[in-house]
């Protein structure tokens, strides 16, 4: 299973940008995805996920300002971030909860996979 993001890149204080994450590969089904990012010097931090049901859950400090969507038939996640402020600037990474069959039984198991990242800089 391969996740790519795209859609970083550098803009001014309360500009926008949309990342986008496609998953490709064998796998069952997708369940929750997500993005996360770190800045750096910083640990890995929750952005926004989503469920396979379409529940969402974003952090404190985006709220209001991202929105996290996903695309079922296309298996890609988007992060569509307005009102960017240079406290958004990190690598951001995209991460995915897949059910693979793992043997010809058809047994199944839950794994994690993340994107390669993705740099947001934004300027003052």
């Known amino acids: 299973v391969q996740l790519v993001e795209s859609g970083g890149g550098s803009v001014q204080s309360g500009g926008s940008l949309r990342l986008s994450c496609a998953a490709s590969?064998?796998?069952?089904?997708?369940?929750?995805m997500g993005w996360y990012r770190q800045a750096p010097e910083m640990g890995r931090e929750l952005v926004a996920t989503?469920?396979?049901?379409?529940?969402?859950n974003y952090a404190d400090s985006v709220k209001g300002r991202f929105t996290i969507s996903r695309d079922y038939a296309q298996n890609t996640l988007y992060l569509q971030m307005n009102s960017l402020k240079p406290g958004d600037t990190a690598v951001y990474y995209c991460?995915?909860?897949?059910?693979?069959?793992?043997?010809?039984?058809?047994?199944?198991?839950?794994?994690?996979?993340w994107g390669q990242g993705t740099q947001v800089t934004v300027s003052s």
């Open positions: 989503i469920a396979d049901g379409g529940s969402t």
């Open positions: 991460n995915a909860k897949v059910v693979v069959v793992v043997n010809v039984e058809g047994a199944r198991v839950e794994r994690e996979y």
């Open positions: 590969g064998s796998f069952s089904s997708i369940k929750t």
